[in-house]
């Protein structure tokens, strides 16, 4: 009987507690991204900040350029960039690619801030957006699109398989 209620006890006490620092009860990695875009009325232009977290970039990094780059990297900023192009794309209303002007980057303890300008925006409204950051490394990513100056403000969600989205 004694055994019956040892057995009893572990199970329904040291087994849940086993199975609370089991990987079924960490939390799930949120993967995400999160850019504002603020249009600029005096430069004509679209100002943006893409914040992502430094580990999913630098893994993403590493992946693209088939070797290991981590924010101590000399030249993580010159990667970010050209990742950056590849990524974020947006197109005019007649289908004509924009150019992203780099500004720079900073970033804190997980979070990279990424700095950038699309010139020649005035028709912003009609443009359309990609936004595919991680995607391609991490298939639950979503990256959200905040268009900030706008009343009520406008969100373009992208997540693995969207392409191109209209502004509208």
């Known amino acids: 009987m004694k055994l019956k209620l040892i057995l009893f006890l572990f199970l329904c006490i040291l087994q849940p507690i086993k199975a609370f620092n089991s990987d079924l009860f960490y939390l799930h990695k949120f993967y995400t991204s999160i850019t504002q875009v ?3 009325p005096q430069t004509k232009s679209l100002e943006c900040v893409m914040n992502v977290f430094i580990d999913d970039l630098e893994l993403a990094l590493s992946k693209k350029f088939n070797k290991t780059i981590t924010l101590e990297n000399v030249d993580f900023k010159e990667f970010t960039k050209k990742y950056l192009k590849d990524v974020f794309k947006v197109k005019s209303e007649k289908g004509l690619l924009k150019d992203i002007l780099w500004i720079g980057m900073e970033s804190d303890k997980d979070k ?14 009609k443009f359309y957006y990609q936004n595919e950051i991680l995607i391609s490394y991490f298939p639950d990513q979503v990256n959200f699109v905040n268009f900030v100056n706008q009343n009520p403000k406008k969100t373009l969600i992208f997540k693995n398989g969207t392409s191109f989205l209209k502004y509208e």
């Not at 990424?114 to 409204?125: M, V």
Request: aromatic share 24%.
């Open 38 to 40: 603020e249009f600029n």
């Open 112 to 125: 990279a801030s990424l700095y950038f300008e699309i010139e020649n925006a005035s028709n912003y409204k």
